[in-house]
């Protein structure tokens, strides 16, 4: 690898002549169980960086960083209380050398014709309260979401050289697509099954 110096780079890290890659390989798995028609769960489970590649630090090729293993759990139900409304408790953990990230909060969906509202609060431990809103229709679902920091991070706001009109939180918008483009299989597989 061959560095160049670009003086127009804000903080001065050089810049790579040549490009670099790696293999990751992650792996989950998600089940999801119809208790009765009223209640639904679901749990996932995955993890990340299973052959703990190596990327090459940006400022130092000579010295490559080793990815460490992520582990992600999430979990959840939908219990409708009516034909129209549902409430949606869900929890998220992951794990990474040691951080943890944990949130945990509940949703509310109200059903009209095809289109589906959600509102609803999240919490993340120790650092932010998430605020989110959406509607699904078939199988898009457009979402907007508000962090609004509840850590010590807001007491940047004090530090010297802060403007006084500085934001603290982040709006996310998301657009998902659940389902197969070209659907491989039959929308309804029956599989026999004999019980002991």
């Excluded at 127009?8 to 119809?34: C, D, K």
């Excluded at 979990?75 to 951080?99: D, H, I």
């Amino acid at each position: 690898m061959n560095y160049q110096y670009d003086p127009a780079t804000a903080t001065g890290e050089p810049v790579l002549g040549n490009g670099f890659g790696y293999v990751n390989v992650n792996a989950g798995g998600f089940w999801n169980f119809i208790f009765t028609p009223k209640i639904e769960f679901y749990a996932g489970i995955s993890v990340y960086n299973l052959t703990s590649p190596k990327e090459r630090a940006f400022v130092n090729l000579m010295d490559p960083n080793t990815l460490k293993k992520r582990s992600v759990f999430t979990g959840g139900m939908n219990y409708k209380l009516s034909e129209r409304f549902s409430v949606l408790p869900t929890v998220l953990y992951m794990r990474q050398s040691g951080a943890v990230d944990l949130i945990a909060g509940s949703s509310v969906g109200y059903v009209m014709g095809n289109f589906t509202f959600l509102g609803g609060a999240y919490y993340r431990t120790i650092d932010a309260l998430i605020l989110i809103g959406g509607v699904k229709y078939k199988n898009y679902h457009l979402g907007l979401s508000y962090d609004a920091t509840v850590s010590s991070l807001p007491d940047v706001k004090t530090a010297p050289n802060v403007d006084d009109d500085v934001k603290v939180g982040a709006f996310e918008i998301s657009l998902i697509y659940t389902g197969f483009l070209k659907r491989p299989i039959p929308h309804n597989t029956s599989i026999p099954c004999r019980f002991f």
